[in-house]
């Protein structure tokens, strides 16, 4: 039986290159993977440009190509990772409208499945980004390597091809903003690893905001970490402990030169704004978690549908 490969691209206004990206990816099956059966899924966040009117005229002759148009915009996390679970291929991968994970090494990554990897993931080895923003990026995954019990790969952003069996598993989990990069190592399964330089956009910009990212990172760690809450814990105990000591040694000091030590305000304001500080931090990083109780509880849907073309 003739095995499929489902290929998930989202797309936020990518009426410049989407056409661009389904013809990569076509001419891949075509040259080189011709003996699969090709699923390609195109799911848009709400696109406000001609993104659609694209994908359909695509769709339109081509019914390997299936499209899901979402009633608003979902963010960056929740609406590909729902395309994934629609997905019907023997093995799934991802490909970003942009090309920035370049469609050139799938057969490199099914080669790798072929040889009984479950899941084979794509590590970046090289990109043209900012210093700052490769600096940010890699002091936040050694951050979040050393806080998380669960393996983190590092260089790894989330693409790769995964058996159905591992899909499978996700299809049981609930995750209400789910971090793709760091549930692949937690379910497991053998894995391969496949390296990549990641070009640069072909066309437009990214439309992930600082908040976008920012948000993403939050995720990750409350996620799959509880060393936050641990840290604020230990903290308010060493910062309770090194005021008992400060306390007892200034009373001790002002009992034995009572004259030439001052009360003073001073040391008291400091205090205080130092231990409401540390308040303040604990309070956010409790509500964080809290919030991500509160997703969990209401279940809402990753996204909601508005339409779907040439699913069956």
């Not at 699923?39 to 694209?54: A, L, M």
């Not at 081509?62 to 929740?78: L, Q, S, W």
């Amino acid at each position: 039986m003739t095995k499929t490969i489902s290929i998930v691209t989202p797309c936020y206004n990518e009426e410049g290159g989407i056409a661009e990206c389904y013809a990569a990816v076509r001419k891949i099956f075509d040259e080189q993977l011709g003996h699969y059966n090709r699923e390609h899924i195109f799911i848009d966040n709400c696109s406000t440009d001609g993104t659609v009117s694209i994908l359909r005229e695509i769709a339109a002759r081509d019914p390997g190509v299936k499209i899901i148009i979402n009633a608003r915009n979902f963010g960056p996390e929740r609406s590909p990772h729902h395309a994934v679970l629609q997905a019907t291929g023997d093995a799934v991968t991802g490909v970003l409208a942009d090309l920035q994970t370049p469609p050139s090494i799938l057969p490199e990554m099914v080669a790798r499945w072929e040889a009984g990897f479950k899941v084979v993931v794509a590590v970046r080895r090289g990109s043209r980004e900012g210093f700052v923003a490769r600096a940010a990026r890699s002091a936040y995954y050694k951050l979040i390597r050393r806080m998380s019990k669960v393996e983190q790969i590092p260089n790894y952003m989330g693409y790769g091809l995964y058996d159905r069996k591992v899909i499978d598993v996700m299809r049981t989990l609930y995750e209400p903003h789910p971090y793709f990069r760091g549930m692949i190592p937690e379910i497991g399964f053998e894995r391969a690893v496949v390296e990549y330089f990641q070009p640069d956009r072909r066309h437009g910009r990214s439309r992930n905001s600082l908040s976008d990212l920012l948000d993403v990172a939050f995720v990750g760690l409350s996620t799959h970490s509880k060393a936050p809450m641990r840290a604020m814990t230990m903290t308010g105990v060493v910062v309770a402990s090194i005021s008992l000591i400060v306390g007892f040694v200034y009373l001790i000091l002002k009992l034995l030169y009572w004259d030439r030590i001052p009360i003073g305000i001073t040391p008291l304001l400091v205090a205080t704004f130092f231990l409401g500080a540390v308040q303040l931090l604990a309070l956010g990083l409790i509500g964080e978690y809290i919030s991500l109780l509160l997703q969990y509880a209401r279940r809402f849907p990753l996204v909601v549908e508005k339409e779907r073309v040439n699913f069956d």
